[in-house]
């Protein structure tokens, strides 16, 4: 069983920036991967940028540029940075811990860019 737990949402203004924490906890396995999803009103959930347990990254290219993901095995923790944020990157962030056939996410994260 792994637990996945998400933090640093929020409101902020466009242009600026936030930083997203995604810690897991529990049975971690060697090799794994960890995603950022997204989820806007009325929209299907995306995903946004991913990092394998050999720090291999890729990202949508709705944030390519903006966004960047990176991690920290010993605290397995993973970081989504997010600069330039534009009001259409408003939504609900999710992260996915999945390894081994299993996949586990978290509870999500609002995070609101408006002026």
């Known amino acids: 069983q792994v637990q996945v737990v998400e933090s640093g949402g929020g409101l902020v203004q466009p242009g600026g920036s936030l930083r997203l924490s995604c810690a897991a906890s529990g049975s971690i396995a060697s090799i794994y991967s960890m995603g950022w999803f997204r989820q806007a009103p009325g929209k299907q959930r995306e995903l946004i940028a991913i990092i394998t347990s050999d720090s291999t990254t890729n990202y949508d290219d709705s944030v390519k540029g903006r966004f960047t993901i990176s991690g920290d095995n010993a605290k397995n923790t993973v970081y989504l940075q997010m600069n330039s944020l534009k009001p259409e990157d408003t939504a609900v962030y999710y992260c996915?811990?999945?390894?081994?056939?299993?996949?586990?996410w978290g509870l999500g994260i609002q995070v609101t860019v408006s002026s």
């Open positions: 996915r811990y999945r390894a081994g056939g299993y996949t586990y």
